[in-house]
């Protein structure tokens, strides 16, 4: 299969949250409760995903809903992290605040996840800006225009760092006693403008880890995170719409407004016909606990439906990522009927243990911002 072949065809991403996407899911859950805070959990869930043949696993982040009956839960980046090593081909992507975190801390949190994957990680921009998020680190709450300056200052920082060791800092000298090349060591000087929304702080830099192995990780971001511009350094915009029937036709408006200078990746809540009961009787069991209320569409139905509206999105869309309303239940039936008549019907991306996301997403890998022309040359020959 050719280069191209592959880029023109589509991946699948699925969230690994807790029991799933539905705020009952636990009481469907094929395991006890506590079973979330542990390593097991991680491990089973991404590995399942894996050999099922995604492309890609995401972790959300932030406040849990207190419908859902869970008191805590590991940290995003911590679970991409803890999965890293345990797995060979799926890609990696925590969603990470951009208000009440430190940009410093993300881009290193980050990079040293791209290390331990070997080249899979991303990152899912996340703005959370309410009241109770920002009193726990005595901020005050941020919204409207300036959850997206938060998010886009936050990115800056982070790529700034990233080419803040040009790729060959690491020298490891022997002779000299010098493990880096200074000369190759760069400050991000990054400053927060006196028109910034939010509260300003500026970051100096460099970097305390040497330049991710993907140069520079794939940042996603939500659609309605981005306002009306889709120019915030970032490489794909996920999206969603009201109904199911309208997921591709957003796909080719979203498309039209970047340009074709980022991804689009439709989201979509999954829930299917398993163990005996249909699809809708299931989602009517769960709401009689909590009732489920989400912004993304949502298909509720047999396998071989969902396979058909897939190869519709994926038509138009670069990638899916599914929201299973339970995990332990719905991505048994996306294993062993979705994802393979999806293969079969040729319309999903090869898996391969080698690949980045950047290979993934079509992405070449960048051009250290501080490395001179010349350098450039000398390092491409």
Do not use: C
């Not at 065809?9 to 636990?26: M, V």
């Not at 999206?239 to 039209?256: G, K, S």
């Amino acid at each position: 299969m050719s280069a191209a072949e592959a880029q023109a065809r589509g991946f699948l991403a699925l969230e690994l949250d807790g029991d799933g996407a539905h705020p009952a899911a636990w009481r469907a859950a094929r395991h006890a409760p506590a079973e979330l805070l542990t390593g097991d959990r991680i491990r089973n869930t991404v590995l399942a995903a894996e050999s099922a043949g995604f492309h890609v696993a995401t972790f959300s982040d932030g406040p849990l809903d207190a419908r859902a009956g869970i008191g805590g839960r590991l940290d995003a980046v911590q679970r991409a992290a803890f999965a890293g090593p345990l797995t060979h081909s799926i890609v990696l992507v925590p969603e990470v605040d951009t208000v009440y975190t430190e940009p410093f801390h993300v881009a290193t949190q980050l990079a040293s996840l791209d290390y331990v994957s070997g080249g899979r990680a991303g990152w899912l921009v996340a703005a959370g800006g309410t009241e109770a998020e920002g009193s726990a680190v005595g901020r005050p709450a941020v919204e409207g225009a300036a959850l997206a300056a938060e998010a886009a200052a936050s990115v800056e920082v982070g790529r700034r760092l990233w080419d803040s060791w040009e790729d060959g800092a690491v020298i490891r000298d022997v002779d000299s006693g010098r493990y880096l090349d200074v000369g190759k060591l760069h400050y991000a000087d990054f400053e927060t403008g006196l028109d910034f929304p939010g509260q300003g702080y500026s970051v100096k830099g460099p970097a305390i880890i040497p330049r991710p192995l993907q140069g520079q990780l794939p940042v996603l971001a939500p659609a309605g995170l981005l306002g009306g511009s889709l120019d915030s350094g970032i490489d794909a915009v996920l999206f969603t719409a009201p109904e199911t029937e309208a997921l591709a036709a957003e796909a080719v408006r979203v498309r039209e407004r970047a340009q074709g200078a980022v991804a689009v990746i439709a989201e979509l809540d999954v829930v299917l016909d398993a163990r005996g009961q249909s699809a809708a009787d299931r989602v009517a069991e769960l709401d009689s606990h909590t009732p489920w209320t989400s912004s993304r569409a949502r298909y509720t139905g047999g396998t071989a439906g969902l396979v058909e509206l897939l190869a519709e999105i994926l038509a138009e869309a670069d990638g899916v990522r599914l929201h299973p309303a339970v995990l332990d239940v719905d991505l048994d039936e996306l294993s062993r009927q979705v994802l393979p008549q999806l293969r079969r019907l040729g319309v999903l991306a090869p898996v391969g243990p080698d690949a980045t996301f950047r290979d993934l997403l079509g992405l070449a890998r960048p051009a250290n911002r501080n490395t001179t022309t010349q350098e450039q040359g000398e390092d491409h020959e």
